[in-house]
């Protein structure tokens, strides 16, 4: 897959002790408003960047995206994901997810309750009536280990135990950050388990190509790599089928404005609020590293293509941003003001038998790797 990360079973003791060239931001603690110790960890942020300009900030608290500073057509460097400027408002915040990854099962599992071999596993309802995002202590808000830092990447560990969440089995986790030369994020996650489980992790940034906090994001113009797409009930949990996104308002299989028809009556936008569903992807055979999708801002002319290994994409438009959330520099995150393009299996896999497995057994080792691709338009306008 790439830049594996199988090395990293071979880091030595010696190694996971941060050298001099590894070092964090260099930031002073006492001024730096997210070093801190959480639950005896330590916490804090680590900076990848290229010599094309662009940054990722990293905050081991929830393996968080802190800022992506991307350049626009006029070299205009900006930082394009919401969060927050202190450790203890991702921490506090009701919007809880801004920049995490997202365990041990990303997305929606109906009324928080799966079964295993004839076991039942019930978890926390944080999502009424079902369980989200692996629940309200999920991986967005554990401290990651941090075993490997460079310019260009961030290698972390973290070890869920059994029970954690409701969840069976201790899933040991290693999830790699690389920032490319061209300007891409590309995110590996590894996993294993000593008992039978269910897993699927994604990543979670809120993005505006034109800048966080700059407006909603309606004129951004999205493609989505999927002819099908799995409808919900109206508490977002599918309902079982697949149908064909011809000739509806899910149909992104050629690039549309995300605002062109998100005020349609149509039933599933009025579940969503908008858009947030899962898109199943067009790919020739399992696993591969395709493309999933492309979005482009018209003002910015920034663009961001992903690529992914997994079978569907999760985009959501922001719908629960009200303006009642304060980020960074203080600014206001108001209603569809980010997207997110989630990689990922699909919602409620572990109680729908004709989705793909995320099902994960002993001596097997799950796999994901996501790509957002960076680059910049010409201006056409």
């Avoid at 070299?75 to 408002?89: A, M």
Wanted: hydrophobic share 35%.
């Amino acid at each position: 897959m790439g830049k594996s990360l199988l090395w990293i079973c071979c880091i030595s003791l010696s190694c996971m002790v941060l050298s001099s060239s590894n070092e964090k931001s260099g930031e002073s603690d006492a001024q730096d408003p997210f070093t801190a110790t959480v639950d005896g960890k330590e916490v804090a942020i680590y900076k990848l960047k290229n010599d094309k300009g662009m940054e990722i900030h990293v905050l081991n608290y929830g393996g968080r995206v802190v800022k992506i500073m991307v350049p626009d057509r006029e070299g205009s460097i900006d930082d394009v994901v919401l969060g927050f400027d202190r450790l203890e408002d991702y921490q506090e915040s009701s919007e809880a997810y801004f920049g995490a990854v997202i365990g041990r099962y990303g997305n929606r599992i109906a009324k928080g309750s799966f079964s295993l071999d004839g076991t039942s596993y019930a978890l926390a309802i944080n999502n009424e009536p079902n369980a989200l995002h692996g629940g309200p202590a999920g991986f967005h808000h554990v401290v990651w280990e941090v075993l490997e830092h460079h310019d260009d990447h961030i290698a972390m560990k973290y070890i869920a135990k059994d029970g954690e969440e409701g969840y069976p089995g201790n899933m040991e986790i290693f999830m790699t950050y690389t920032l490319t030369d061209d300007n891409g994020f590309r995110i590996d996650y590894e996993a294993t388990t000593d008992k039978k489980t269910v897993v699927n992790l994604t990543h979670h940034s809120f993005f505006n190509l034109n800048g966080a906090g700059s407006g909603d994001v309606m004129d951004h113009i999205l493609e989505l790599n999927a002819s099908a797409f799995t409808p919900v009930d109206k508490t977002l949990i599918p309902v079982g089928t697949i149908l064909p996104v011809a000739n509806t308002p899910m149909d992104f299989t050629r690039p549309t404005a995300i605002g062109e028809r998100i005020g349609e009556g149509d039933e599933q936008l009025t579940f969503g609020r908008g858009y947030d569903h899962n898109w199943v992807l067009d790919k020739a055979e399992p696993g591969l590293l395709t493309f999933a999708a492309a979005i482009t801002a018209p003002a910015s002319g920034r663009k961001m293509e992903v690529f992914t290994t997994e079978p569907g994409i999760q985009f959501y438009s922001g719908n629960f941003l009200n303006g009642s959330v304060s980020g960074k520099d203080g600014k206001n995150y108001i209603h569809r003001s980010a997207f997110c393009l989630e990689t990922q299996h699909f919602p409620d896999s572990p109680n729908q038998e004709t989705f793909p497995s995320t099902v994960l057994s002993p001596g097997e080792k799950y796999t994901h790797t996501v790509i957002y691709q960076f680059s910049v338009l010409a201006d056409t306008r």
